[in-house]
C-alpha cells in the first residue's frame, strides 16, 4: 500500500471510540472519513465537529459501503462486535476493535478465523502494550532482571464499580460489563505477553443479588505451560474513595520482582532491596501508528485477533466457572 492517508470510519462513539478517535484526528497518518453511532444525533454531531467531509451513519453497515474505507475501529460495546466484524470481513475492511475481542468464546472464534481467511490487518486495542511502562517490563522480564520467574499476581480493587468516568447502560451489567471483563482482559493479554496463555486451574466468583448485575469478586488460579502459577484476584464495593482503588500486576522471580501498579507506574527491585520505581521515557509507538505500518506491509506490534480468542477462552472461564 501507498503512502496516502489511511481513511477509518469509526463505528462506536461512545468513551473509548471519541477517546482514540482524537488519536486517528492527531495522527498525520490516518484521516476520519465517517462515524456511526445507534443514538439519534450522536454521529451527525461529532461529524459537524470534526469538520467538512465527514460522513455520518447510524446502521454501521451503511459505513462499510462508503468508498475509499480503509481501516474501521469497532468500538461499540461487546456483543456487537461480532456482527460488524463479519460486516466489515464482507467489505473487505482492515478491522482495529476494542477489547474484549467478543462477547464469547464462540464468536471470537469465528471473527478470527474470518479475518485470517481474508488476509485483513487485525488488531485489538490494549493499551498496555503501547506505554513505555510495560514495555519496559516486558524487556526487564525477558532480560532476566527476575531471574526464574516463581509466580505472577494480579490485583483489583475497587471502591465502586462502574468508576465515576465511566458510568453507561451496560458496564454495571452482567451479560456485557464487570470489572473481569473490562479490567481482567487487559492483564490477560499481559500475561499471554510475558509467558503466553494461561490455562484456568481454579477460579470462583460471587455475584450480587440482582441477576443483571456483574460479579463483586473474583478469585482464579491459573497456571502457564511449565505450570507457574498466576494468581487473579479482585473485589468492588471496598472501603475508601476514588484514591484507594488498587490495581497491581506483579512478577515474583528468584532474583527479583517486577511490579505495574495502577495501569503506568513500573516497580523494581532485587532481593533485599525495597521496591522502586523505574524512570519513566518517551512512549513507544501508539496503537493507531502501528495498525498504519501493518497496513502498509510494514513490522508492527498488534495484538491479533488470534490473541483475542485465546484470552477470550480465559475470559470466559473467569467470567462462568461452571463453563
Known sequence: MSDHKVRVGIIG??????KLMQGFVRNEA????????VAPGRAQEVAAELGTGVQAYTDHRELLQQDGLDLVYIAAPPKFHHRITLDAVAANKHI??????????????????????????????F??????????????????????LRRI?????FPQWPRAWQQNDWVAKREQGGFVLEVGVHYINAVQRLGGTPEVVFNEITFPEDPTLCETG???????????????????????????????????????????ENWGTLKAAKLGEPMSAVPQAD????????VVRAIRGEEALLISFKDGYEAQVVLECLRNPQA
Request: cysteine-free; charged content about 20%.
Open 283 to 290: 512512549n513507544p509507538a501508539n496503537i493507531i501508528d502501528n
Open 30 to 37: 490516518t484521516e476520519v472519513v465517517a462515524v456511526s453511532d
Open 13 to 18: 462513539l461512545g468513551a473509548m471510540g471519541s
Open 218 to 260: 473474583y478469585f482464579a488460579r491459573m497456571q502457564l505451560a511449565d505450570g507457574t502459577p498466576v494468581y487473579f484476584n479482585g473485589m468492588s464495593n471496598v472501603p475508601g474513595g476514588e484514591e484507594v482503588e488498587r490495581i497491581s500486576f506483579t512478577a515474583y522471580g528468584t532474583q527479583g520482582a517486577l511490579s505495574l
Open 153 to 157: 499476581e494480579l490485583h483489583t480493587f
Open 96 to 125: 482495529l476493535s476494542e477489547k474484549p475481542l467478543a462477547n464469547s468464546v464462540e464468536e471470537a472464534k469465528e471473527m478470527w478465523e474470518a479475518v485470517e481467511r481474508a488476509g485483513l490487518v487485525n488488531a485489538i486495542n
Open 127 to 148: 493499551p498496555l502494550n503501547y506505554s513505555f511502562a510495560f514495555n519496559q517490563y516486558v524487556k526487564l522480564f525477558r532480560d532476566g532482571f527476575i531471574g526464574d
